[in-house]
């Protein structure tokens, strides 16, 4: 790929994200942790509280102008009485060429006991705000670059919108398997950067289920889990296998499936917790087209999670110096 098409390409991805940004939200790899960010039912679920951070860094070896996407979640149960909530904050940042995205949002959920599980209701209401950096346009070629001035369709500075977004969803979750659905963009806002250019965001709906199944060995358990979303346009799932050992090393192997059936990319999993601290690396490669000019994506994730439990009885027990 010679240097014109490669900014040819990623000018007019940008713009294109002018008109409609991403047909889908970030299809993390790591899609497990950072449930969060797909539904607010999952806020609470772990029952303590529980800080997250992941950096995507997607199609490598196309140039500095590939996504970097960053995401930071933290989230954490409350008991009101006897009724049972989770509360939850998620910060998303983007930036793909000349397009950047950004939210912030806060959660809200309610949690009722059923059978030998829990159904979580959420609610997420938080701003979106996007931005296209016209002033940095450039083609290294002057005759591209001349009719990419004289585009009055194309903006030639900063601009930017924000606007309300609102998302919600159910969880449902026990001791050994769990199933959520969600949607995100309920209002499907529309972002007016200027006069001649807008940025539609789709609604989105997403489902995701995992099993936990103990093996013989009782310190080995296999976590098979899907996720897939959807515009009602375009389909993109994820399934996963992973094996744990003793609640402490994970890793796995895991396939996205487009529309029709294919397969798209094909993603291995590593990871580590030790006394509430997590760390997980996936790695994707692509089998599509995709495959000529990238190398894959890289994803790390870090998280820590704080029991909330405060003992019960004999709060303030010491020893008399009597007996000492």
């Given at each position: 790929m010679d240097r014109k098409r490669f900014w040819l390409i990623i000018v007019t991805g940008s713009?294109?994200?002018?008109?409609?940004?991403?047909?889908?939200?970030?299809?993390f790899n790591q899609y497990f942790t950072a449930m969060g960010y797909y539904n607010p039912a999952y806020a609470g679920k772990t029952g303590e509280l529980n800080v997250s951070a992941l950096?995507?860094?997607?199609?490598?070896?196309?140039?500095?102008?590939?996504?970097?996407?960053?995401?930071?979640?933290?989230?954490?149960?409350?008991?009101?009485?006897?009724?049972?909530?989770?509360?939850?904050?998620?910060?998303?940042?983007?930036?793909?060429?000349?397009?950047?995205?950004m939210y912030t949002s806060?959660?809200?959920?309610?949690?009722?006991?059923?059978g030998k599980g829990t159904l979580s209701i959420g609610l997420q209401a938080g701003l979106l705000s996007a931005a296209f950096d016209g002033a940095s346009i450039y083609i290294p070629d002057s005759e591209d670059h001349?009719?990419?001035?004289?585009?009055?369709?194309?903006?030639?500075?900063q601009v930017d919108a924000m606007g309300l977004d609102l998302a919600a969803g159910l969880f449902y979750y026990t001791n050994k398997y769990y199933v959520g659905v969600g949607s995100t963009h309920l209002l499907e806002p529309k972002l007016d950067l200027d006069e001649n250019t807008e940025r539609i965001i789709p609604r989105m709906y997403n489902l995701t289920a995992g099993y936990n199944i103990q093996m013989n060995n009782p310190l080995l358990e296999l976590q098979p889990s899907v996720f897939a979303q959807t515009n009602?346009?375009?389909?993109?799932?994820?399934?996963?296998?992973?094996g744990v050992y003793n609640n402490m090393y994970n890793g796995g192997l895991g396939g996205r499936i487009s529309d029709g059936g294919k397969m798209t990319a094909a993603i291995v999993y590593f990871g580590m917790t030790i006394k509430g601290f997590r760390i997980g690396y996936a790695y994707e490669f692509p089998t599509s087209a995709l495959i000529?000019?990238?190398?894959?994506?890289?994803?790390?994730t870090a998280s820590y999670r704080l029991k909330l439990d405060k003992p019960k009885g004999n709060r303030n027990r010491h020893k008399s110096v009597r007996i000492l």
């Open positions: 713009l294109c994200a002018v008109r409609a940004w991403a047909q889908s939200d970030a299809q950096y995507n860094m997607q199609w490598l070896g196309m140039g500095g102008n590939t996504p970097k996407t960053m995401l930071v979640a933290a989230d954490m149960p409350w008991k009101y009485g006897k009724s049972l909530h989770g509360l939850g904050v998620v910060v998303y940042n983007e930036t793909l060429g000349l397009d950047k995205n806060a959660q809200y959920a309610f949690k009722k006991k059923i001349e009719s990419a001035d004289s585009d009055e369709a194309m903006p030639t500075a009602l346009q375009m389909v993109s799932a994820d399934v996963t296998l992973r000529r000019a990238s190398a894959g994506s890289h994803e790390l």
